[in-house]
T-cell receptor
Framework: AQSVTQPDIHITVSEGASLELRCNYSYGATPYLFWYVQSPGQGLQLLLKYFSGDTLVQGIKGFEAEFKRSQSSFNLRKPSVHWSDAAEYFCAVGAQGGGNKLTFGTGTQLKVEL | GAVVSQHPSWVICKSGTSVKIECRSLDFQATTMFWYRQFPKQSLMLMATSNEGSKATYEQGVEKDKFLINHASLTLSTLTVTSAHPEDSSFYIC????????????FGPGTRLTVL
């Protein structure tokens, strides 16, 4: 069975600083990988996804993520954080042939200091 | 992108009553929908897979008699929390893929259930 680890429960960055949120997965084959963002009391919005091909994936709101098979990682990055980026970020993995079922990490709460 | 709605967005009920939550795919058909539960400041836990025209598939540890799922049409799935108790209070979120297989899940905005 697949699993996802997000080592950082909370991260605080200053507005304008760069950001990297870590995600490690466990899966026997090439996984489908996703990053979602959740604002308080809201559902999840897809930031980006990786299925195959180019390992550097561009998403919405200036986010990108890089799939590194050797490290079983799919870290999310943004070069310059905006105050509106403060939210909860979830990494998720889906199994090929798994019928779209997703396994989520525990999430990273991002706080942005002005 | 595809849109998934949920109704109601929040509900408060008395212990022992049943509550129905609707999940609709607004601009696409979904033969499969998923129901998640999220406790405060925690991750989403998959509860069950809702299958149009057949029985739902429940994850281990989820009581199927407690959480009744009906996938009435290609655009509607309902989750009924039966005989709700305070420990059922949670944030319930549904999702649906626009296509089967390799595809993105689109999530509803969630339903906050509070059982008094």
């Amino acid at each position: 069975a697949q699993s996802v680890t997000q080592p950082d429960i909370h991260i605080t960055v200053s507005e304008g600083a760069s950001l990297e949120l870590r995600c490690n997965y466990s899966y026997g084959a090439t996984p489908y990988l996703f990053w979602y963002v959740q604002s308080p009391g809201q559902g999840l919005q897809l930031l980006l996804k990786y299925f195959s091909g180019d390992t550097l994936v561009q998403g919405i709101k200036g986010f990108e993520a890089e799939f590194k098979r050797s490290q079983s990682s799919f870290n999310l990055r943004k070069p310059s954080v905006h105050w509106s980026d403060a939210a909860e970020y979830f990494c998720a993995v889906g199994a090929q042939g798994g019928g779209n079922k997703l396994t989520f990490g525990t999430g990273t709460q991002l706080k942005v200091e002005l | 992108g595809a849109v998934v709605s949920q109704h109601p967005s929040w509900v408060i009920c008395k212990s022992g009553t049943s509550v129905k939550i609707e999940c609709r795919s607004l601009d696409f058909q979904a033969t499969t929908m998923f129901w998640y539960r999220q406790f405060p400041k925690q991750s989403l836990m998959l509860m069950a897979t809702s299958n149009e025209g057949s029985k739902a598939t429940y994850e281990q540890g989820v009581e199927k008699d407690k959480f009744l799922i009906n996938h009435a049409s290609l655009t509607l799935s309902t989750l009924t929390v039966t005989s709700a108790h305070p420990e059922d209070s949670s944030f319930y979120i549904c999702s649906a893929p626009q296509r089967e297989g390799k595809d993105t899940q689109y999530f509803g905005p969630g339903t906050r259930l509070t059982v008094l």
